[in-house]
């Protein structure tokens, strides 16, 4: 008891001789960078609202000048691999921004339906939020849910453990059912990808690193795997990724590949169990028996139609035989 009425009266201290006196310069010092910090995005916003509107006025123009341009500069087959490229590039990032602009849309106005049901405090502003940081690849829903909740616990303790159950269920529809029917496999990348691209863009370029590292990284990867799948061509081995996961080595001599055996993609997979394995045994001794049989009745009906052929052959040199006897007797 004593030690908190000790931190109490340091507190209060504290509070009298250091923060009232200099409350209104704290106060200034907040409000002016907000103000500034406001301004400055304000503007930002509106010149880049304005910058992009003539860019997209001007956007034909813009590409045939760049075209233009990198036929002058490079020879034929290296422009076309860097227009080609650009294509690519281009296909990538208009397909994941537009896809996730209208995914965080959706999932905003399902927020937003939901938090009325529910008659949840601030519920446009929640809304926003979710909407707003769902752009996020990964991270996003976390960030839009840690102030959603401070927001909500404020006004309603009960109802803010209701908004975190709540947006736990919206991310997790969002997860396996919305984002992959709208985006699809847009980028390529599997999930250990978009995660090490978030983070290393958050990293190193914050918000907007976390935004579009994952697109930026879609398009390294992909230049990556089709540089290496062009070097495989031609050395006219194995190109394809998923070849590589059942790959044990390649042959030095013949520059073959060698496959790893069943039981070791048992063992490296885990995929059979040991009925599963009885099972496929099973089955490929039946299609090997098969095989045989269909093999054996097909060697019986080739010696059938051979004996046939030497039959109507054997009638035929006997009828052309016995023509020519009459003919001798004529």
Known sequence: MNVVNTVYDRLQKWVNTDVVPNLDKIVLNISSGVVVGGLKFIYNFLIGIVASIYVMANKEYLASRGKK???????????????????????????????????????????????????????????????????????????????????????????????????????????????PKILGDVTGLSSFWVLTAVIVGGGIFGFYGMLLGVPVFACIYM????????????????SVSSEFERIKRIDEETGKPIYLTEEEEDIRFHKKTPEEKAAAKAEREAKRHAKKLYQQIEKVMHAEKADDQLVATKHEAEKQSSDDDKDDQM
């Open 223 to 238: 230049y990556i795997n089709k540089t290496c799948t062009d070097k495989l061509e031609k050395k006219h081995m194995v």
């Open 69 to 179: 341009i990198v036929y002058a500069l490079f020879k034929l087959k290296n422009a076309n691999i860097i227009l080609d490229g650009l294509a690519s590039v281009n296909k990538i990032f208009s397909q994941f921004i537009n896809g996730k602009i209208v995914d965080s849309i959706i999932i905003g106005i399902i927020t937003f339906i939901l938090t009325t049901i529910v008659d949840m405090p601030y519920a446009l502003l929640i809304s926003v939020i979710i909407g707003v940081t769902n752009v996020i690849p990964f991270f996003g829903p976390i960030i839009g849910a840690i102030p959603c909740v401070f927001i909500v616990l404020i006004a309603d303790p009960i109802k803010s453990i209701i908004l975190l159950i709540m947006i736990l269920c919206i991310q997790q529809f969002d997860g396996n059912i919305l984002g």
